[in-house]
């Protein structure tokens, strides 16, 4: 009772409060510098009487607290709620904020050591080089695996040699074909590479009622080992961590036999074999022919340490942090490298037991394997300290091997981009490398490199203009899409299994593959025009797909672009996939869909709500649409300034809904498909339909501009202001010059930031 | 992905430079102190005896060692010879297979597709190995468990995964790899502490370029570098105190570098395997350990004896055949020899915080997949053991009318309190276990 009285009162006292202080009209900045400047100086920096700098840890509603009890100091309590909050929202994005005075210190090149894909691409590349070459960052035109069929259980007398553009065969009682087969004794090989399209765990399994074993990156121990056949058992798995953007060596042996001693008479009996895997955001699948080759890789050396992540903070990854974890993750790495090295020392250095000159050409070896983990030729001191000392330590060549590989990859010059040096042309070298392959500069590279070949601008423009074929920049690009597109981090895409029945995992993962295979198609085409993002009328669509979205194509059809919904969908924005991602899993979302586009695509700086909000329930205004929630939640003075640019943005993708499917309808009321735009320029633009809005997004400057900042950021990992404040203008500017061509953004980007280095 | 022994050292929260520290710890290396430590190791060989030169011809406490086990004579007082154990287990396999595949799991194989020399074809064990079971049953109590649990050591075993080569199971369909390199064995019992030494080795080194590089950057810049430099003196902190806790605790056994893993160098390779077995008990890291050479139907060929036959092949030659029978003989001994340097190993070593020898608590059971080699029977099946661990009465020769040996491993589970009433198939356990071994 006691405790209602004083609730009664405290609100009483609240709203005569609000009474004599009504809301001013002035903004945040205005009323700073008409009230506080005076004592706390323009920028916050403080004055002789109050010299403590504004700089601090609270919130802005802390703040806003703060505010309005202690200030002014001769009348504290005097401002209004809004009036303090509004002061408080605009001091801490000013200079309060940790983040404000990072952006307001002057911005610069940062020393950086590799971030965690980095160090195991270098890991990888250092010592594939010793195994062949970069083989496998590249990838021919052939797809599917190379099959061999032989007539007897032990891969003898081939019989058939050709190109399976999967493996999922049931072959029955039969043979592989009629003639020269025994149906109830052959053997098969399949043969070839595998294009890992994402860095992760991926699971491989092969299915068969026979004896059957399958060789991932590793040609001496199965992966999956179905040799032996025990029960019922016909299905073996192994799963594996690797690398994206690489091809792995892959093999596949079948018999239809019993093993062991020979079988002498031999039943007719059925036989299949399938080969499958499941991606990092996959679900099972027959390993589809676009991701196999027949061509050779060579195995690849993938580190398996567990790093933290890189920081993430500036909403690009980069790595401007160290901690102890890191250090201890790079002795372990370091270890299982040099371990390796040491175990294949005569494979990989290309030494024998009984070489003499064995410690020479460890040597040599050594030499070269410090050449590419410093990115640059290693100086006489260097090689005595890393190489001379721990070969002289121990007769063992093994042991010296792993102890001067420990020491060259715990180096700082391993470690940190652009240490221990006078910057030169190796410079150039590695931060093209690092910024499209994610990796070291091969030996190509560090030739040029020696040779004055990197010299200017052009130089460096045309060498990166070469390294896009590499399988390794795909992959960079890709990844970068996926930044753009806020679908790096594998969002719950998971809906009401009431609402949306069969709306399952691999429904999910064959939109994911949908939405790469579209991005790849623009970027891989020959104009690679940024504008067909938005413009493409085409989705990728296989059976499965096309099913739930009733499109007209044959159950087992694999993927293929579709004419589909033609006038409704536009290019990647209206892609299932993403109109799927954001929204709940019921409803749409339009603030999330209008914050995807305003912040993602437009790049407008957007602040968090003050607090967080759950979004009004569906069922609890039945007679409302999507549309009216959302305008009714945010109509606020306060929500405004930033949901009057959200809302209109999100509203016109309401035609699709939770699961990204075209409706007329919500809640049995016409969709309401119309918002609008105020651009940079200050010009207000109006669509109705997503057709519309697509059509503007492609030929939107801001648009333009965000994308090539994003881009810049994501590839080279500083911050564009540091090159210059007019750096995102310039590559706007080239970009529209070159008709929106992604690929040569990409180029533009590596190339001009290659040939400018730490101050 | 199965738990590494870095995942295991980071659960604990520690730095790998301190595990050599940690292990020998008393608080968490010996935690299960207490009760004494019992262990048990067996060891196979394949093919079957030369049975004439193997068993004693008496009962009881008094006996003779024949020729083949003549190695034992300095532990014939801890020796426990069980003649008359059949492995009754049919199904599907071969001899050879069943011979292997049933003997410590006791229970049938599944049907499959790996056909042998006779029978049906068949595929793995339909359950796990005593070994493992008792295993598990120590990994459970915080009082018996160790940092590996077991460990599952060959000698030139097959780089081929089938029923041949298969003795250890984890359960149905999931049979063990034994770990033939006795390399690769060091790394997984020691990798760190030995790659410490490396690391402690080059670190100054690392300080001065690491200085170096430090001295040309800008200010600014140089911020992240101190901060590494911080982290690089931490580890040489943890590595120094590693190192004089080191000097107090177990030493890592000295291997000789370079042994490949060929025919020739079995010997070599017994040995190395024996020593690093030898010295995991005696850190405790493990208590039950499978020692296998080569392989069911193995054909090694012991060139060091003068013999150029496979041994597999020999082993097929009749009764009246004597140079056979004496080539196999000698075989025979040879592989009692390496039992026989086992158990003085295991003798010479004091049983850390215990009384006795690490013999006095370890029981060594050397099996065979096979009574004889020649006829394929699973009749008198060599149980051979030597040692203390499980408490049986030893020192004598017992002989038995072919009870099933499911029944002894019924009483290998209770030699450790594991009081199981069966083991594999239930119905060759109706006795329960063993009534005279105790």
């Known amino acids: ?759 | 992905m199965s738990q590494t022994r870095r995942d295991f050292i980071r659960t604990l929260g520690l730095s790998a430079a301190a595990v050599p520290f940690v292990l020998n710890l008393p608080s968490l290396g010996f935690a299960n102190q207490g009760k004494r430590k019992q262990r048990l190791v067996v060891m196979f060989t394949p093919n079957g005896v030369v049975p004439w030169n193997f068993w004693p011809k008496e009962t009881g406490s008094d006996f003779t060692l024949p020729t083949s086990v003549k190695p034992l004579e300095p532990f014939k007082k801890q020796t426990l010879f069980l003649h008359g154990i059949a492995d009754k287990i049919r199904g599907d396999g071969d001899g050879h297979m069943r011979g292997i595949g049933c003997l410590l799991t006791g229970i049938e194989l599944f049907p499959g597709n790996i056909q042998g020399g006779s029978d049906t074809p068949a595929g793995w064990a339909k359950g796990l190995s005593i070994d493992q079971e008792i295993k598990n049953f120590l990994q459970k109590d915080e009082a018996t468990k160790t940092r590996f649990g077991s460990l599952e050591l060959g000698v030139q075993v097959p780089d081929r995964a089938d029923t041949w080569t298969r003795m250890v199971y984890t359960g149905a369909n999931k049979p063990v790899a034994p770990v033939s390199d006795p390399y690769q064995m060091f790394k997984r019992l020691y990798g760190r502490t030995a790659d410490n030494k490396v690391l402690a080795s080059v670190l100054d080194d690392l300080n001065a370029d690491l200085k170096k590089v430090a001295g040309a950057v800008s200010s600014e810049d140089r911020k992240l570098l101190d901060e590494h430099t911080t982290f690089v003196r931490e580890m040489e902190q943890e590595l120094k105190a590693a190192k004089s806790h080191g000097e107090i605790g177990h030493k890592v056994p000295d291997l000789e570098p370079g042994v490949k893993g060929d025919n020739d160098n079995i010997p070599k390779i017994s040995k190395m395997q024996i020593e690093l077995m030898v010295n995991s008990f005696a850190s405790d890291f493990s208590r039950v350990a499978t020692l296998q050479y080569t392989n069911s139907v193995g054909g090694a060929r012991m060139k060091w004896l003068g013999i150029n036959e496979g041994h597999h092949e020999l082993s097929h030659e009749p009764n009246k055949n004597d140079a056979a029978q004496e080539k196999l003989t000698k075989i025979d001994t040879w592989f009692c020899e390496q039992m026989a340097y086992l158990a003085k190993r295991l003798s010479e070593t004091p049983e850390p915080g215990g009384q006795g020898s690490l013999l006095d608590n370890t029981t060594i059971v050397w099996t065979n997949e096979l009574g004889q080699g020649n006829s394929h029977t699973h009749n008198d099946t060599p149980f051979l053991l030597v040692g203390g661990g499980l408490d049986f009465k030893m020192g004598r020769s017992l002989k038995y009318k072919q009870v099933p040996h499911n029944r002894l491993l019924v009483s290998m589970a209770h030699g450790f309190g594991h009081r199981v009433k069966s083991f594999g198939n239930p119905n060759y356990c109706g006795d329960g276990p063993l009534n005279d071994l105790t």
């Not at chain 1, 399209?197 to 080992?225: C, H, M």
């Not at chain 1, 994911?512 to 009328?537: A, I, P, Y």
């Open chain 1, 1 to 759: 009772m006691l405790q209602n009285l004083r609730t009664r009162w405290l609100g009483l006292l609240t709203a005569a409060l609000l009474l004599t202080a009504p809301a001013s009209a002035d903004t945040g900045e205005q009323m700073y510098a008409a009230q506080c400047a005076r004592c706390h100086g323009k920028v916050g920096e403080g004055t002789k009487k109050y010299p403590k700098p504004l700089a601090g840890e609270r919130s802005v509603p802390q703040l806003a607290e703060q505010i309005q009890k202690t200030m002014p100091e001769n009348d504290p309590g005097s401002l209004s709620k809004d009036d303090s909050a509004k002061i408080a929202a605009y001091t801490y994005d000013a200079f309060y904020s940790t983040a404000a005075r990072e952006k307001n210190k002057p911005v610069r090149i940062e020393l950086a050591r590799l971030t965690v894909p980095q160090y195991k691409n270098a890991l990888a590349d250092i010592l594939g080089s010793f195994r062949g070459g970069n083989n496998n960052t590249t990838w021919d035109a052939k797809r599917g695996l190379k099959g061999e069929y032989f007539k007897n259980r032990n891969h003898g007398q081939r019989q058939i040699d050709r190109l399976d553009p999967e493996v999922k065969f049931d072959f029955g009682t039969k043979a592989p074909t009629e003639k020269d087969f025994d149906a109830k004794e052959f053997s098969a090989r399949w043969t070839g590479s595998i294009l890992v399209p994402e860095t992760g765990e991926y699971t491989f399994i092969v299915k068969s009622d026979q004896s059957v074993r399958l060789w991932v990156n590793d040609n001496k121990k199965a992966l999956a080992d179905g040799y032996v056949r025990s029960g019922s058992d016909n299905e073996y798995k192994g799963t594996l961590f690797l690398l994206g953007g690489r091809a792995y060596p892959i093999r596949v042996d079948f018999s239809k036999a019993l093993q062991g001693v020979k079988d002498k008479d031999p039943k007719p009996i059925p036989a299949f074999v399938q080969l499958l895997w499941q991606q990092p955001n996959g679900t099972e699948e027959v390993i589809p022919a676009r991701n196999l080759s027949p061509q050779f890789s060579p195995e690849v050396y993938v580190d398996q340490t567990k790093f933290p992540p890189d920081d993430r903070s500036y909403g690009w990854e980069r790595g401007t942090t160290v901690s102890k974890a890191w250090d201890q993750a790079t002795t372990d790495a370091a270890f299982d490298a040099a371990g390796y090295v040491s175990t294949f020392l005569n494979e990989i250095a290309k030494v024998n037991d009984r070489d003499d000159k064995r410690a020479e050409k460890l040597k040599v070896f050594l030499r070269q394997f410090a050449k590419l983990a410093f990115r640059k030729p290693i100086t006489d001191d260097l090689e005595k300290m890393y190489i001379t000392r721990a070969i002289e330590s121990t007769p063992d060549v093994q042991a010296a091997a792993k102890r001067s590989v420990l020491m060259i990859l715990k180096s700082p010059r391993f470690l940190y981009r652009e240490v221990g040096g006078t910057p030169d042309q190796y410079d150039v070298a590695a931060r093209m490398a690092f910024a499209l392959w994610d990796s070291i500069p091969d030996q190509e590279l560090l030739t040029l490199a020696a040779n004055n070949k990197l010299k200017t601008l052009d130089d460096v423009r045309k060498q990166t203009d070469k390294m896009m074929a590499d399988t390794r920049a795909k992959a960079r690009i890709r990844g970068f899409l996926h930044h753009w597109l806020k679908v790096d981090h594998a969002r719950d895409a998971q809906k009401d299994p009431k609402r949306f029945p069969g709306f399952d995992a691999a429904v999910v993962a064959d939109l994911r593959t949908s939405l790469d295979l579209l991005l790849d198609d623009v970027v891989g085409s020959e104009k690679s025009d940024f504008r067909q993002f938005f413009l493409g009328n085409e989705t990728y669509l296989n059976g499965r797909l096309a099913k739930f979205y009733g499109a007209d194509l044959p159950a087992d059809a694999p993927f293929q672009k579709v004419a589909f919904e033609k006038g409704r969908r536009a290019g990647v924005l209206t892609h299932p996939f993403m109109m799927a991602t954001f929204a709940y899993t019921g409803e749409t979302s339009p603030i999330h869909r209008g914050v995807f586009v305003a912040r993602g695509i437009l790049g407008v700086g957007l602040k968090p709500p003050a607090e967080a909000f759950t979004p009004l329930a569906a069922d609890l205004h039945p007679t409302l649409t999507t549309r009216e929630r959302v305008e009714l939640q945010t109509k606020g003075v306060n929500c405004q300034s930033c949901h009057a640019v959200i809302n209109p943005l999100g509203f016109v993708l309401e035609n699709f809904d939770a699961i990204g499917r075209f409706r007329e309808l919500d809640h049995n009321k016409a969709v309401d498909a119309t918002g609008g735009y105020q651009t940079r320029a200050g010009e207000q633009k109006a669509f109705k339909g997503p057709a519309e809005l697509a059509k503007f997004l492609a030929d939107s400057p801001d648009a333009q501009t965000a994308f090539a900042e994003q881009m810049f950021h994501h590839l080279v990992q500083q911050s564009i202001r540091a090159y210059g404040a007019k750096r995102g203008a310039e590559l706007r500017e080239s970009f529209a010059k070159t008709g929106c061509n992604v690929r040569q953004l990409a180029v533009e980007i590596v190339a001009t930031a290659a040939v400018k280095g730490r101050d």
